[in-house]
């Protein structure tokens, strides 16, 4: 059974230290924080079942926090602490939907005994598709997904109806539509949710590597095979593979996969022993898969059994109406990561609107990301290619006199990015610089290399928190 994520937010190190331990004592995985800025970065990276908020925060208001977690996440439940209680306070606290006012000193029992109930109740089952909807009224979100437009309407209620079963599915769309956070959301709705779920990329691994990296290998079955390695099927037993870019995988390892979908049931490399695994299979692709039949990329035979129930991602350009409301969570959760207060200008509100988003959410995160850099209160679209030039027009990126060399060089490497699309290997070419340079600047600018996929292919792994089960690291 998957526990209550519960955050504490309080400013007095012993009076938290005693919570933390009392709701650890009830059965909840606790996070603390000491100030709303802690509390905004815990919010960033998960949703918790509840929270218990302090009002006098050293970096702001308990009530503001509390205000922003009923706004953006209707099934997370909160509880409000204060050392000066007031009638107004306690009427506002209620009318906020908070479960609970305690007034310092706190009382041990009264505290337990909310602990307590809330272990219980909130205790975290598969999600429920009726409050995922509700949810989605509120504040525009579906478990991990954003967007209230009709194609994501679409798409929710697709994943609400195949999710309970134990039916393959296989997600189809462009690069960057957001396929793993759907299949992540297959995971959470279904009966396997509180067991792992596992994602690879099977066009970011090795070719000569891809077979051990599924299936596992024995100590020194080849060379280098210093121990014996646990494969994704083994890892992801009892609950979701996740198989991204499914048709870039090597014809012969199709076969393989195939046979374990039928039986159940594999070998280790180097050894005749067969493990029998249950396992769910999501996969994706960003291609026609009926196409890469056609083509000879994917065996006709693993395509039906995949494609058991196809579902569509719309890309970012038919979803007009979600645009301003990803940007705002993506601006929402830099602001919270970073201490700041920065807003959108006019201009660049409407440039997105505008913008055809060939690369999908993900461009829109990563153009975001790097208007927050470059600005200092208000984002602006300068250097985000957002409003592409003329046919025929010269390239020309103009910067203020007085500037420094160091602001110089970062916004001439994004205005090189940008024109490249994206390719860090041609953006390195351009500017005369080594690849290696070029991802010791972005790094150095708050933009991991391992953050992003290249359009030339390059993958990185990224650490994401555990949530029901999950594995701590992806593949994106």
Request: proline share 5%; with cysteine.
């Amino acid at each position: 059974m998957a526990r209550t994520l519960l955050v504490v937010v309080d400013s007095d190190p012993a009076e938290r230290r005693a919570l933390v331990h009392s709701a650890t004592a009830a059965g909840c995985d606790v996070l603390e924080a000491a100030s709303v800025r802690e509390a905004q970065i815990h919010l960033v990276r998960q949703r918790p079942d509840f929270m218990l908020i302090d009002l006098h925060l050293p970096d702001g208001d308990g009530f503001a926090l509390a205000r922003d977690v009923v706004a953006t996440s209707a099934s997370t439940r909160i509880a409000l602490i204060t050392g000066r209680p007031s009638v107004d306070s306690a009427v506002a606290a209620l009318r906020l939907g908070a479960v609970d006012y305690l007034a310092r000193p706190l009382d041990p029992v009264r505290v337990d005994a909310l602990l307590a109930s809330v272990a219980q109740a909130a205790s975290r089952g598969a999600i429920d598709p009726a409050a995922l909807l509700r949810e989605l009224e509120h504040s525009g979100r579906f478990d991990h997904l954003i967007g209230r437009s009709a194609p994501m309407r679409r798409l929710y209620d697709g994943l609400i109806r195949v999710a309970p079963t134990n039916a393959t599915v296989l997600l189809i769309g462009e690069s960057g539509t957001g396929k793993e956070l759907a299949a992540q959301t297959v995971h959470d709705l279904s009966e396997r949710h509180d067991r792992p779920f596992v994602a690879l990329n099977c066009g970011a691994i090795s070719p000569t590597l891809i077979e051990s990296e599924m299936f596992g290998h024995e100590r020194g079955s080849f060379t280098g095979a210093e121990r014996q390695h646990r494969g994704y099927f083994e890892r992801a037993d009892g609950g979701t593979l996740f198989l991204d870019e499914v048709t870039e995988m090597p014809l012969e390892l199709q076969a393989k996969l195939l046979r374990v979908l039928e039986t159940g049931s594999f070998m280790r490399l180097g050894t005749p022993r067969e493990i029998e695994v249950d396992v769910r299979i999501v996969a994706a692709t960003n291609r026609n898969p009926e196409r890469a039949v056609a083509e000879g990329q994917l065996r006709a035979d693993l395509y039906h059994r995949l494609n058991v129930f196809p579902i569509t991602l719309a890309p970012l350009r038919e979803r007009g109406s979600d645009i301003p409301l990803l940007a705002d969570e993506f601006l929402r959760r830099l602001n919270a990561e970073h201490g700041e207060a920065k807003h959108f200008s006019a201009a660049m509100l409407d440039a997105m609107r505008r913008h055809d988003w060939p690369g999908n959410v993900r461009e829109l995160r990563n153009c975001v990301q790097r208007a927050f850099i470059l600005s200092d209160r208000e984002l602006e679209t300068p250097a985000l290619g957002l409003s592409p030039a003329p046919a025929g027009a010269s390239q020309v990126l103009a910067m203020p006199i007085g500037i420094s060399l160091a602001e110089a060089d970062k916004r001439l490497i994004f205005a090189t990015l940008d024109q490249c699309d994206g390719v860090k290997k041609r953006a390195a070419e351009v500017l005369g610089i080594s690849l290696k340079t070029l991802y010791n600047r972005l790094e150095s600018y708050g933009l991991p290399s391992v953050e992003t996929l290249d359009a030339d292919g390059v993958e990185g792994v990224a650490p994401t928190p555990a949530r029901n089960g999950a594995i701590d690291v992806e593949l994106r």
